[in-house]
């Protein structure tokens, strides 16, 4: 009796604690293989209006504005293609108040020209704090699904924004 009672309460609990999405859509695709989010990126916001405003009235050290800026993170995303092999994926991610917004989203087709199988994908450090901007991560893949080592890739963005894609050298 006290195993029926015990089975009964953890499906009872099981069903209760069903995530939201079980009835529609999952939130993260199934194709969706690896997600690192790291680095962090800032550019002063597009303000046309505040532009247009400074245009009329001419600033002065006195009425200066501080610059808007526009803040986030980047994310790389392997998502797993009907054949196995990855695209990855390169977000910039706008931290807002309402959250996270993605502000562009891109291919890397330096990945996809390969087809590769992803194994892992891995930030320089798991701290989640960098003190400069940009990106580094690396990518693990393997060219052939039977290599017995995966080759390791570097994904980096400077200060600039420039993006860098090379095999690593250890």
Known sequence: MHRHALATALTLFFITAAPAWAEGEPPVAETVTFVVSTGFWEEPAD????????????????????????????????????????????????TTASGPKIASSAVLEEFSAM????????????????TQPGLF???????DPKAAEPESWTVVIDDLGEIRIERATN
Do not use: C, F
């Open 47 to 94: 303000d046309a209006a505040a532009e247009g405003a400074t245009a009329t009235k001419p600033e002065t050290a006195e009425t200066a504005q501080p610059t808007a800026m526009r803040r986030g993170y980047y994310k790389l995303v392997a998502v797993r293609q009907p054949d196995g092999t990855a695209e990855i994926h390169l977000q910039q991610i706008e």
């Open 137 to 143: 991560a690396t990518i693990y893949l393997k060219t």
């Open 115 to 130: 087809k590769p199988y992803v194994t892992d994908i891995r930030p320089e450090n798991s701290a989640g704090i960098t």
